[in-house]
C-alpha cells in the first residue's frame, strides 16, 4: 500500500502535530508529460552572503536600484550585488523591531513605528515635516505617493509627490464602513489596500483631493491580527488575519489557507501581534512564510502546491532564522533576526549558516478499519546517490521510528543508507516493524545532501478486527 511521504503535512485536524509532521521539507508538484508528480524535497539552506559586523536584528531589507538596503539594529547598510556592505551616514533612533520599507526609484522610506527616515544614497535622514504623524508602522508607495499607517489611528496620510520628507496633515484617508484602526498600508496591481484590526478596504488613485479615494463595494469584515504579515506573493496578498487564520486575497475576498491544524496551533500562541510575514517565490514555488518570534514559531505555505510545512533553525530548532527577505540581483536574501548576516536562500546549500538542517516528515496515520496490521516491509523511495564525497553526507543515513499512539512516544531510530555518491539504485528498506491498528511513521534526516523522496510503499497483512 502507498504511504503519502510526498505530500502536505497538518491536514488532517489534530490537536498534536507531532502525528502529521513536515519540517524543512516541502511538497514540490513537478509536471512531466502533462501529468502532475509530487514530491517532498528538502527546503533551500543559508549561505552567508553578507556579514555586516555589526551583531543585531536584521530589521528588514529592501531592493533599491542597484543595490539591498538592510536595517541593523539602529544602523542602515547598503550592499552591492557581491555582498559588500557599505555603513550609511545618519541612525534611526531604535534599535529593535520590525521596520517597513518603500521607495520611489529616489527616494527610500523607513519607517518603524516611531518614526520616519529617508535614505538617498548613502544619507539617512530623519523625517522632521511637523504635518509627518507621529508611530507610523508600515510604509508603502504608489503611483507618486508614500502611503503610512499610524498606530492606533483611522486614517493613512499620503506624502506630497514623490517627495516622502514632505507632508500635508490633510491629505489623508480612512474608511468609512467601520470604527477600526488601521494596521497596515500595502499596494498591489495598482490597488491601495488599507487592512485594519477588523476589516481590509480598497482604495484607488482617483486624482482628486486627496489623491486616493475608497473603491466602493470593497469593504470586507476581515482585518488582520498582525501589522507585519501581509506581504505581496503570487500576484495577490496573503496574511494573518484577526481570526488568526492565514489568508490570500482572491479579488478583495480574503480567503483561508490555512487547515484547522494550523489554525489551532496558532490559536495556543500567547502573542500572534508580532508575527512577520514573508513572500518568496523560488523555482516555481510561492512560499508564505510566517514567523511569530514570541511563541518561537515558523510556518510556511507553498501556494504552488497548496500545502503546509515548517520550518526550523539552530540553535534550538526553533524559530527559522530568517527576519526579512529581498529579492536581488538573482538572489534571494534572507537577513538573520539576531546576528547581523545577511543569507542567500539557495537549493544548493544544506546547512543553515554551516548549522545542520533537521528535517522530519509525519505522514498520516496507516489504519485498516479497526484490523491489526502486521507490517512486513516498508520501502522509502529518494533520490538516490546523492551523497557527498567525503565528510558527513559520504552515506547519507534516513531514521526512522513508528508510534502506535497517534506520536505521543515514538520507538528507537532505525537507520539506513540511501546509497553513496552514484549508487542510483540503492533501496531505503526497513523490514519486520511489528504490528499495530493505528501507526505513524517519522522519517529523520540531517546528512547535508540533496534530499528528495518521491513516495513509499508499505506490505501489510491484516489480522482480525
Same mark, same amino acid.
Given at each position: 500500500?502507498e504511504?503519502?511521504?510526498?505530500?502536505?503535512?497538518?491536514?488532517?485536524?489534530?490537536?498534536?502535530?507531532?502525528?502529521?509532521?513536515?519540517?524543512?521539507?516541502?511538497?514540490?508538484?513537478?509536471?512531466?508529460?502533462g501529468?502532475?508528480?509530487?514530491?517532498?524535497?528538502?527546503?533551500?539552506?543559508?549561505?552567508?552572503?553578507?556579514?555586516?559586523g555589526?551583531?543585531a536584528?536584521?530589521?528588514?531589507?529592501?531592493?533599491?536600484?542597484?543595490?539591498?538596503?538592510?536595517?541593523?539594529?539602529?544602523?542602515?547598510?547598503?550592499?552591492?550585488?557581491?555582498?559588500?556592505?557599505?555603513?550609511?551616514?545618519g541612525?534611526?533612533?531604535?534599535?529593535?523591531g520590525?521596520v517597513?520599507m518603500?521607495?520611489?526609484?529616489?527616494?527610500?522610506?523607513?519607517?518603524?513605528g516611531f518614526?520616519?527616515?529617508?535614505?538617498?544614497?548613502?544619507?539617512?535622514?530623519?523625517?522632521?515635516?511637523a504635518?509627518?504623524?507621529?508611530?507610523?508602522?508600515?510604509v508603502?508607495?504608489?503611483?507618486?505617493?508614500?502611503?503610512?499607517?499610524?498606530?492606533?489611528?483611522?486614517?493613512?496620510?499620503?506624502?506630497?509627490?514623490?517627495?516622502?520628507?514632505?507632508?500635508d496633515s490633510t491629505?489623508?484617508?480612512?474608511?468609512?464602513?467601520?470604527s477600526?484602526?488601521?494596521?497596515?498600508?500595502?499596494?498591489?496591481?495598482?490597488?491601495?489596500?488599507?487592512?485594519?484590526d477588523?476589516?481590509?478596504?480598497?482604495?484607488?488613485?482617483?486624482?482628486?483631493?486627496?489623491a486616493?479615494?475608497?473603491?466602493?463595494?470593497?469593504?470586507?469584515?476581515?482585518?488582520?491580527g498582525?501589522?507585519?504579515?501581509?506581504?505581496?506573493?503570487?500576484?495577490?496578498?496573503?496574511?494573518?488575519?484577526?481570526?488568526?487564520?492565514?489568508?490570500?486575497?482572491?479579488?478583495?475576498?480574503?480567503?483561508?489557507?490555512s487547515?484547522?491544524?494550523?489554525d489551532?496551533?496558532?490559536?495556543?500562541?500567547?502573542?500572534k501581534?508580532?508575527?512577520?510575514?514573508?513572500?518568496?517565490?523560488?523555482?516555481?514555488?510561492?512560499?508564505?512564510?510566517?514567523?511569530?518570534?514570541?511563541?518561537?514559531?515558523?510556518?510556511?505555505?507553498?501556494?504552488?502546491?497548496?500545502?503546509?510545512?515548517?520550518?526550523?533553525?539552530?540553535?534550538?530548532?526553533?524559530?527559522?532564522?530568517?527576519?526579512?527577505?529581498?529579492?536581488?540581483?538573482?538572489?534571494?536574501?534572507?537577513g538573520d533576526?539576531?546576528?547581523?548576516?545577511?543569507?542567500?536562500?539557495?537549493?544548493e546549500?544544506?546547512?543553515?549558516?554551516?548549522?545542520?538542517?533537521?528535517?522530519?516528515?509525519?505522514?498520516?496515520?496507516?489504519?485498516?478499519? $479497526?484490523k491489526?496490521?502486521?507490517h512486513?516491509?516498508?520501502e #522509502?523511495?529518494?533520490?538516490a546517490? =546523492?551523497g557527498? !564525497? %567525503? @565528510?558527513?553526507?559520504?552515506?547519507?543515513?534516513?531514521?526512522?521510528?513508528?508510534?502506535d499512539?497517534?506520536?505521543?512516544?515514538w520507538?528507537?531510530?532505525?537507520?539506513?543508507?540511501i546509497?553513496?555518491?552514484?549508487?542510483?539504485?540503492?533501496?531505503?528498506?526497513?523490514?519486520?516493524? $511489528?504490528?499495530?491498528r493505528?501507526?505513524?511513521?517519522?522519517? #529523520?534526516?540531517?546528512?547535508?545532501? =540533496?534530499?528528495? !523522496? %518521491? @513516495?513509499?510503499?508499505?506490505?501489510?497483512?491484516l489480522?482480525?478486527?
Amino acid at each position: 500500500m502507498e504511504i503519502s511521504f510526498a505530500g502536505g503535512a497538518y491536514e488532517t485536524f489534530s490537536k498534536n502535530l507531532n502525528a502529521q509532521e513536515c519540517v524543512n521539507f516541502f511538497a514540490h508538484i513537478d509536471q512531466e508529460g502533462g501529468v502532475s508528480k509530487l514530491s517532498l524535497r528538502g527546503t533551500p539552506g543559508l549561505k552567508e552572503w553578507c556579514d555586516t559586523g555589526h551583531y543585531a536584528e536584521v530589521r528588514g531589507t529592501h531592493k533599491f536600484g542597484i543595490y539591498v538596503y538592510a536595517v541593523v539594529g539602529n544602523r542602515v547598510y547598503r550592499v552591492d550585488s557581491n555582498g559588500s556592505s557599505t555603513l550609511c551616514t545618519g541612525t534611526l533612533d531604535t534599535f529593535t523591531g520590525k521596520v517597513s520599507m518603500a521607495d520611489s526609484g529616489v527616494q527610500l522610506m523607513i519607517v518603524d513605528g516611531f518614526y520616519g527616515y529617508i535614505v538617498v544614497s548613502l544619507i539617512v535622514t530623519k523625517i522632521t515635516d511637523a504635518d509627518f504623524q507621529e508611530n507610523p508602522e508600515t510604509v508603502t508607495y504608489q503611483d507618486s505617493y508614500f502611503i503610512v499607517s499610524i498606530r492606533n489611528s483611522d486614517w493613512a496620510y499620503i506624502s506630497d509627490t514623490a517627495d516622502g520628507t514632505l507632508w500635508d496633515s490633510t491629505q489623508r484617508i480612512s474608511g468609512g464602513g467601520y470604527s477600526d484602526k488601521i494596521a497596515t498600508a500595502i499596494s498591489d496591481n495598482k490597488n491601495l489596500f488599507l487592512i485594519g484590526d477588523k476589516t481590509l478596504e480598497v482604495f484607488y488613485n482617483s486624482g482628486g483631493d486627496p489623491a486616493f479615494a475608497y473603491r466602493p463595494g470593497s469593504i470586507q469584515t476581515v482585518g488582520t491580527g498582525a501589522k507585519h504579515s501581509p506581504v505581496n506573493l503570487d500576484n495577490t496578498i496573503f496574511y494573518l488575519t484577526d481570526k488568526y487564520q492565514i489568508a490570500r486575497l482572491e479579488g478583495n475576498n480574503p480567503v483561508a489557507k490555512s487547515t484547522r491544524s494550523v489554525d489551532y496551533q496558532i490559536a495556543q500562541y500567547e502573542t500572534k501581534s508580532d508575527a512577520i510575514g514573508m513572500g518568496i517565490t523560488i523555482e516555481g514555488n510561492a512560499f508564505y512564510v510566517l514567523t511569530f518570534p514570541t511563541a518561537n514559531e515558523t510556518w510556511s505555505y507553498n501556494a504552488a502546491s497548496g500545502f503546509w510545512q515548517k520550518l526550523t533553525s539552530y540553535p534550538d530548532e526553533g524559530r527559522w532564522r530568517g527576519n526579512c527577505y529581498s529579492h536581488f540581483s538573482d538572489k534571494h536574501i534572507i537577513g538573520d533576526y539576531e546576528n547581523g548576516k545577511l543569507y542567500e536562500w539557495d537549493f544548493e546549500t544544506y546547512t543553515d549558516n554551516s548549522e545542520t538542517i533537521r528535517r522530519i516528515r509525519v505522514p498520516s496515520a496507516v489504519t485498516e478499519d $479497526g484490523k491489526r496490521a502486521f507490517h512486513s516491509q516498508l520501502e #522509502i523511495f529518494f533520490e538516490a546517490g =546523492k551523497g557527498l !564525497v %567525503t @565528510g558527513q553526507g559520504s552515506d547519507p543515513m534516513a531514521m526512522l521510528q513508528y508510534s502506535d499512539d497517534g506520536g505521543h512516544t515514538w520507538s528507537n531510530e532505525i537507520w539506513r543508507s540511501i546509497g553513496k555518491i552514484g549508487k542510483y539504485e540503492w533501496r531505503a528498506v526497513w523490514n519486520r516493524l $511489528g504490528s499495530s491498528r493505528h501507526r505513524n511513521y517519522k522519517l #529523520i534526516v540531517t546528512d547535508p545532501i =540533496k534530499w528528495v !523522496v %518521491t @513516495g513509499a510503499n508499505l506490505e501489510v497483512q491484516l489480522g482480525r478486527t
